[in-house]
């Protein structure tokens, strides 16, 4: 392997380790219906990331069909008002949503890019990256200005799945503290919770 090559990989495996540290201790702030929200302060924003940890009774082969049926996904994703895909290209999806916030609040919509990675032990992981340039922005929305998380499923045996979702967000425009607090809990719990009882029908 050239040492170009070595650096190449070392520094992708730094940027990981980096992303991965950006959020720091993790507070339990939510445990029911057997799903656990927890949330991290992220050096230089205000905002949280979350993270939300359930097991579905359902094999990973169905519940990545329930993630790629980007449509049908809005109606277990939280607050989604519309969701569609824009591209797909090997192991890469780039996805639109357009999401529900409460009044004064203008509406938020997010492009996505979306890198799968199968793992050698069966793992499924749904890497989850904004791309606010991507497509033009929408008159009446906001562009969510930052992305960065993941979807993971672990088989566990039994036809059951470990489903973490892990994410951080900047908004974009202005986001009362109050809603910002509310959206980092409820948005992994009833996201987790819906599509939990999606899979398991």
Not at 61 to 77: M, S
Not at 92 to 103: G, R, V
Not at 188 to 200: G, H
Request: proline share 4%.
């Amino acid at each position: 392997m050239g040492s170009l090559h070595r650096i190449a990989l070392g520094l992708g495996f730094s940027m990981v380790l980096a992303s991965a540290a950006h959020a720091e201790e993790w507070q339990v702030a939510k445990d029911e219906d057997g799903i656990k929200v927890s949330l991290s302060e992220v050096a230089g924003s205000k905002y949280k990331a979350y993270r939300g940890v359930t097991v579905i009774k359902a094999n990973i082969a169905k519940l990545r069909a329930l993630q790629e049926d980007v449509a049908g996904a809005c109606a277990w994703i939280h607050e989604c008002k519309l969701q569609k895909v824009l591209k797909v290209e090997g192991d890469k999806a780039w996805t639109y949503s357009q999401f529900n916030t409460p009044w004064p609040v203008t509406p938020r919509d997010s492009v996505l890019q979306i890198t799968t990675v199968q793992g050698a032990d069966g793992t499924l992981t749904r890497n989850l990256e904004e791309q606010p340039k991507y497509i033009p922005e929408e008159k009446g929305f906001v562009r969510v200005s930052q992305v960065e998380g993941f979807w993971k499923f672990v088989p566990k045996g039994a036809g059951e799945t470990e489903v973490t979702y892990q994410v951080h967000t900047e908004p974009g425009g202005s986001v009362p503290s109050w809603l910002a607090n509310k959206f980092v809990v409820d948005a992994p719990f009833n996201t987790l919770k819906a599509l939990k009882a999606r899979a398991e029908q």
